[in-house]
């Protein structure tokens, strides 16, 4: 059993930056690769990025060149900086893992969720 506890979101004005931060509990955090997505309000949950038990990183287009994700395992965190942010950034962000190393971007690849935080960008 993993549990998942987001923190770092707010209000902050476009162009503006957020570091949202994610918790794990558990022992193999290292084995685990973890992802962010995102969900606004009447859309479906999306993915923005992803990093691999071997720190390989991958993102969503729409958020390329802006996010970065980085993980400590010592730490047992996950990071997301997220610079240059835009208003149609403004959703839930969620932080999720997997044992799984494929498809992930995919949100049904995810065995874990945290319970999200909000990130609200003003234009």
């Known amino acids: 059993q993993v549990q998942l506890v987001e923190s770092g979101g707010g209000l902050v004005q476009a162009g503006g930056s957020l570091r949202l931060s994610c918790a794990a509990s558990g022992r193999t955090f290292s084995n685990y690769h973890m992802g962010w997505f995102r969900q606004a309000p009447g859309k479906e949950r999306e993915f923005v990025a992803a990093?691999?038990?071997?720190?390989?990183?991958y993102y969503a287009d729409s958020v390329k060149g802006r996010f970065t994700i980085s993980r400590d395992n010592a730490k047992k965190s996950v990071y997301l900086q997220m610079n240059s942010l835009k208003p149609e950034d403004t959703a839930v962000y969620y932080c999720?893992?997997?044992?799984?190393?494929?498809?992930?971007?995919?949100?049904?690849?995810?065995?874990?969720w945290g319970q999200g935080t909000q990130v609200t960008v003003s234009s």
């Open positions: 990093i691999s038990s071997y720190s390989n990183t």
């Open positions: 999720a893992c997997t044992g799984t190393n494929w498809g992930l971007s995919r949100p049904s690849v995810y065995n874990y």
